[in-house]
């Protein structure tokens, strides 16, 4: 049979949709039966790949992720990790890639089904021995990276939002942009102060430079990476006034084009000793947009100087603001609502003093009830009405609880006092403890006064001291 | 809002302040007949657009401040004219004149000690023609004022794309003067404060910000170039603070005084990036000529050409296919000829049948179509009028041509003449085939002709200036006046050329700015060049200094054939530490390349091989930094007084200036002739070097009168900006 032989030889990797085009073709011609129509099978291409960059060690919140890598801290009752995977979810992202530390992949892929989430994650592992930036992460799984996206998602763990991730994404193709940048106002925490002494606040912001009507990003300088002076890059298409911004903030998730994102990350490439994604290959990618094209690119840009040599009808779109078809053009999308990186101890605690009232804000359609079901409540117990109590979690009677966040499991002895505190999972505070605006990740076995701590090793605790203002975690061993 | 409305009672009177001494002039050849404030834009003068507007704007007083000259009375009068129209309902315009104002900074004192301005107050240039809703502007003002105490001025500038920048040929000058314009902001995103001020100086320069300015705001709104209009809102303690600080002239100087001592003074100036409405300001003669356009374009509007801005009535008959305009008494005679001469689909029959054509798109971007024709004017057939405007009683014979051609009252051009980017005064006559290139400026009263042609940047004028009352004594000492010559303008000619040296006038806000710019240009330095290279430096010790090092650097560079862009910045780098000017770097510089020339060589005695191979060597260098026609004078003055020091180089002058001229074509044989004319930089050598390069100056007359007209060519671009 002719057709069928012609059309054993097309098959070699083209698209499915043009073979089935080809297909229904010859069946006209050769007046063939149905049956083959249902053996080809149509799915859908996917148009965006994600990559949840959760390897990081939390080296601005060491006290915590002591214990636990920083991507399973929970905020509130939930793994960190739920946050940014429910944000893909909800965008209709069926996959996510979850770069993680060496040794978490089964605890990684175990927060899907523990948080009942419905998206795929394909945990890749990476060596932390050797302290790999974002960018070494993601050079770590290019290959995982599918020839056909067009655009990837690249987002951290550590992302707390409300940000619909689809207007995002709109917004990116809308604007035919090549990299577009999550940003929002810079919030102070509302909760002050955090647990454990007293830090200066983390001070030198990055400063991002747009356009201030079309958001177009011009510079970008990751945190205190200025001298005296800032020098823009001479913008000559556009009148438009530029906001120099150091009070926004810039929230690790960017939506780059795949072409681009592998040309960054190529072996020859200029970024290759480039260690951060966010501080080097991030600016350099911006800066990329004012320099002049050099001609020897990909065989994408080939294509496009002959289309626009040889097709005079083709009309510049809008989004191309320069003259160049290839020409690289940045956005930030700024949200205007909740955004925040839970990477230090005061945004932590933040996050996890709010998320009674931020829990249907940023994680909408996920049912994780306040106060769940399964948890005991003794009827004698006093437990206030903003406070979120985990599963299995058992309150008993003449317990005074306000403003807390318990997470699962945790156990709360009579005439235990809480206020203002955050209590990790398993966490089993003994009978006549006082809990004040405290973080409290390891039982407490004696009975203590706890005012502005940070508890990570029950050994640590006394019976009958009061500590304030400390962190009582476990003491490396020099041996 | 109930405090607004408490503010608008208290002050009851909205004063503005018009400057007509602007701080550029059109110079002299139009402005010693004419004020620049009433000169004409589309037969309207320039001041009646900025009455106009700021009566629109319920402006209550207006102090229309001028220095005592030939022109004050003029200006009395035609104030006193525009306000008898209107009765006492009206705006009220006051005339200030005084005695010495040479800048704003005076003019504001004056008005200080004379207690004229009660509250805030508009301060404005009076050749701007803007459409800027001020009451609005006004209101944010007094409402920041309210707010913050501490603000003493708004800024208004103007966001909008300069792209419509036509390149025409007598637009070169633009891009240099564009500069000047417009402004560098940065602001405070939130409140509009302004943060840094700074002159734009080139096209595509980098911005940069000092990170400190974090620490005002955390988000700094950047304009990268605002088009300044020189129109600011100030509050009455502007004028108290010009009279504290002597040192303030302009308002850039102020605006910088204010930002940088700001913990001192305690105040702060806003700005106000306005995107809507029309503003600019009609500063120089490829400015006017812009406005023009502008003007009749209407986007100025609801100032247009058709209704008088005094009267309100409606003047000329306006067809706004072709964008024309001319007054119903103009006469257009039918003719059998020259209508096959005019560009196809783009003409309009107009009464008697006369074509005023539009060119569209004839040349690129250039072509417009816009044209204006005054009362009683006679406009032939075959009259080809682009882009142009035309006076009261003017004639215009058959077969002239004119392309944005500014044409006064009572002009009469005969036949076949051809008029280009060129301003016409009054009473102008032009002979049968006059051709006025562009950038020319034909003073009032000139007559030219039959049949010349004038070269391009040519000022010409009826009388030599030196005959008549003059109204700045600064300003005529450096203009020289050449006697009629009929090779010029012509047999039945009437007509003297203007040399203007660079004008003294615009140097007022860059003396200033120059102590903290370090980009300052050489082309602002023209104005005090010469004196500047007569006195020498006060600190005598750092010019050695600097010069030691400039020759070592020469030295250096001869030795290792280092590249011209490193010995440029060493240089500049040693111009820097002893803070010499530019003008006193390209003595240096060339005095320095023609002893190295010398030094090579190995004997005391220059010769001549070893200075060509100095000059070989160092032309990039050089190259670098003449850029213009003053240069060039530096250069040759330079050379003249190294031959007071050590006349052992007299021989070789004559081949040092011939291979400047001719090999590496840095000198101009023109300039070379001009400077020869007029004695040099007059030291006594001068008079021994006349001996030695006669031969040469011989040998180039003539061959400039053959060449004449590509020397002249070049030379228009440093005249007509």
């Known amino acids: ?479 | 809002m109930a405090p607004k409305v408490e503010v608008h009672e208290e002050s009851s009177i909205l004063q503005a302040v018009i400057l007509t001494e602007c701080d550029i002039d059109y110079g002299t050849a139009i402005t010693h007949y004419n004020p620049k404030v009433l000169v004409p834009l589309a037969n309207t003068p320039l001041l009646d657009y900025t009455l106009a507007w700021l009566e629109r704007c319920g402006v209550d007083e207006v102090i229309v401040y001028c220095r005592t000259n030939t022109h004050t009375d003029k200006i009395k009068q035609h104030c006193k004219r525009f306000t008898s129209r209107r009765e006492d309902c009206g705006i009220k315009v006051m005339v200030v004149v005084s005695e010495d104002c040479l800048n704003l900074g005076d003019a504001m004192r004056d008005l200080y000690s004379k207690s004229l301005l009660k509250d805030d107050f508009i301060l404005l240039q009076g050749d701007l023609v803007a459409t800027l809703d001020l009451q609005d502007i006004v209101a944010k003002h007094k409402e920041n004022r309210l707010s913050d105490k501490s603000m003493i001025m708004t800024c208004v500038y103007v966001n909008k794309p300069t792209e419509t920048t036509t390149t025409t040929a007598a637009m070169e000058g633009e891009e240099e003067r564009g500069k000047e314009v417009t402004a560098t902001l940065v602001t405070a995103a939130d409140t509009g404060k302004l943060l840094l001020h700074r002159r734009t100086r080139s096209k595509s320069s980098k911005i940069s910000i000092p990170t400190e300015l974090f620490q005002a705001s955390s988000d700094l709104l950047t304009y990268p170039a605002a088009y300044d209009p020189s129109l600011a809102i100030c509050s009455e303690v502007v004028p108290s603070l010009f009279s504290d600080n002597f040192d303030y002239g302009s308002r850039d100087s102020l605006l910088r005084g204010v930002i940088e001592q700001e913990e001192l003074l305690g105040y702060s100036i806003r700005c106000q990036v306005v995107q809507d409405g029309y503003a600019c300001r009609a500063s120089t003669l490829q400015q006017y000529q812009r406005v023009s356009g502008e003007v009749m374009r209407r986007e100025a509007y609801p100032m247009v050409c058709e209704s008088s801005l005094t009267s309100h009535r409606i003047r000329y008959t306006y067809d706004p296919f072709t964008t024309t305009y001319w007054e119903p008494s103009a006469k257009f005679t039918k003719g059998n000829g020259g209508t096959s001469e005019v560009v196809v689909g783009a003409g309009t029959e107009v009464d008697a049948g006369v074509i005023l054509t539009c060119k569209l798109f004839q040349r690129g971007n250039g072509g417009t179509s816009e044209v204006v024709v005054g009362a009683g004017t006679e406009v032939d057939a075959g009259v080809l009028l682009t882009a142009s405007v035309v006076g009261d009683h003017c004639t215009l014979s058959d077969g002239v041509r004119a392309n944005a051609a500014f044409i006064m009252n009572n002009v009469h051009i005969k036949s076949g003449c051809k008029l280009d980017h060129c301003y016409i005064g009054d009473d102008v006559v032009l002979e049968e085939g006059v051709v006025v290139s562009s950038g020319c400026v034909v003073g009032p009263g000139v007559r030219l002709g039959p049949h010349v042609t004038i070269p391009p940047g040519t000022q010409l004028v009826s009388r030599p200036p030196s005959s008549t009352p003059d109204h700045h004594d600064d300003f005529d000492e450096t203009t020289r006046v050449k006697e009629a010559d009929p090779s010029i303008c012509g047999v039945k000619g009437k007509a003297f050329i203007l040399l203007p040296e660079e004008t003294n006038q615009d140097d007022d806000d860059d003396d200033e700015e120059s102590s903290d710019d370090d980009g300052r240009s050489s082309g602002q330095d023209d104005g005090d060049s010469e004196d500047a290279l007569m006195m020498m430096s006060d600190d005598e010790h750092s010019e050695n200094e600097f010069r030691r090092e400039v020759q070592e650097s020469l030295m250096n560079g001869m030795s290792k054939k280092s590249a011209a862009e490193n010995m440029v910045l060493e240089i500049n780098a040693s111009r820097h530490a002893y803070n010499v000017s530019m003008e006193d770097v390209l003595t240096t510089v060339t005095q320095g390349i023609l002893r190295a020339g010398q030094k090579q060589d190995g004997g005391t005695e220059p010769t001549w091989p070893g200075i060509n191979t100095a000059l070989k060597c160092f032309v990039d260098v050089l190259r670098n930094y003449v850029r213009k026609g003053r240069d060039q004078l530096l250069v040759l003055n330079a050379i003249e007084k190294l031959m007071v020091d050590s006349p052992e180089f007299l021989p070789a002058t004559q081949k040092i200036l011939f291979n400047l001229n001719q090999t590496f074509e840095i000198l101009e044989g023109e300039v070379i002739l001009h400077w020869y004319k007029k004695g040099g930089a007059g030291t006594t050598a001068f008079t021994t070097i006349k001996t030695s390069i006669a031969q040469f100056i011989e040998w180039l007359e003539k061959d400039s009168e053959d060449e004449e007209d590509s020397e002249d060519e070049e030379d228009s671009d440093e005249e007509c900006s």
Not at chain 1, 315 to 344: D, P
Not at chain 1, 462 to 467: F, L, V
Request: with cysteine; charged share 20%; proline share 6%.
């Open chain 1, 1 to 479: 049979m002719p057709a069928q032989s012609s059309l054993s030889e097309e098959c070699g990797g083209e698209n499915a949709a043009l073979l089935l085009l080809k297909f229904l073709k010859i069946r006209q011609e050769h007046k063939m039966c149905n049956c083959y129509i249902a053996s080809v099978e149509i799915k859908m291409r996917p148009e965006v790949q994600a990559v949840v960059l959760a390897a990081g060690p939390g080296m601005r919140m060491t006290a915590l992720t002591a214990t636990s890598p920083k991507c399973l801290l929970p905020l509130a009752t939930l793994p960190m990790l739920a946050f940014p995977l429910h944000l893909l979810q909800q965008a209709g992202l069926e996959e996510a890639t979850v770069v993680v530390a060496a040794g978490e992949e089964v605890r990684v892929s175990k927060v899907v089904e523990q948080c009942g989430l419905t998206i795929n994650v394909d945990s890749a592992p990476v060596n932390t021995s050797t302290d790999p930036g974002t960018a070494d992460s993601l050079r770590h799984i290019l290959h995982k990276i599918k020839r056909n996206v067009d655009d990837v998602v690249i987002v951290s763990s550590d992302l707390v939002t409300d940000v619909k991730l689809q207007d995002v994404l709109d917004f990116h193709r809308a604007h035919g942009s090549t990299l577009t940048a999550l940003t929002a106002p810079l919030t102070p925490p509302q909760h002050q102060p955090a647990p454990g002494p007293k830090t200066k606040p983390f001070t030198s912001s990055d400063v991002m430079v747009t356009e201030s009507e079309s958001g177009r990003l011009v510079l970008v300088v990751a945190g205190g990476d200025y001298d005296h002076t800032l020098t823009l890059p001479s913008v000559r298409s556009s009148k438009a006034p530029l906001l120099v911004s150091t009070s926004l903030l810039d929230a690790h998730l960017y939506i780059v084009k795949r072409s681009i994102l592998e040309q960054c990350l190529a072996k020859e490439s200029a970024c290759q000793d480039m260690g951060s994604f966010k501080a080097e290959i991030l600016p350099y990618i911006v800066s990329r947009q004012f320099q002049p094209q050099n001609k020897e690119a990909g065989p994408d840009e080939d294509f496009e100087s002959l289309v626009s040599q040889y097709n005079t009808s083709v009309v510049m779109s809008r989004h191309h603001t320069s003259a160049s078809f290839s020409s690289i053009t940045c956005y930030a999308y700024k949200h205007q609502g909740l955004c925040v990186r839970v990477n230090t101890i005061p945004t932590y605690w933040d996050i996890n003093r709010r998320m009674y009232s931020l829990i249907d804000k940023v994680l909408p359609g996920l049912s994780e009830p306040r106060r769940h079901p399964s948890a005991q409540i003794h009827e004698k117990a006093q437990v206030s009405e903003d406070s979120v109590v985990g599963a299995g979690t058992l309150v008993s009677e003449k317990t005074n609880i306000t403003s807390c966040v318990l997470a699962s499991h945790c156990r709360v002895d009579p005439m235990a006092r809480l206020s203002n505190s955050v209590l990790a999972h398993h966490t089993a505070i003994t009978s006549g403890c006082v809990v004040e605006n405290s973080l409290v990740r390891a039982s407490l076995n004696h009975k203590c006064v706890l005012k502005n701590c940070i508890v990570t090793d029950s050994s640590r605790i006394q019976e009958g001291k009061t500590y304030m203002n400390e962190i009582l975690e476990a003491t490396p061993e020099f041996v």
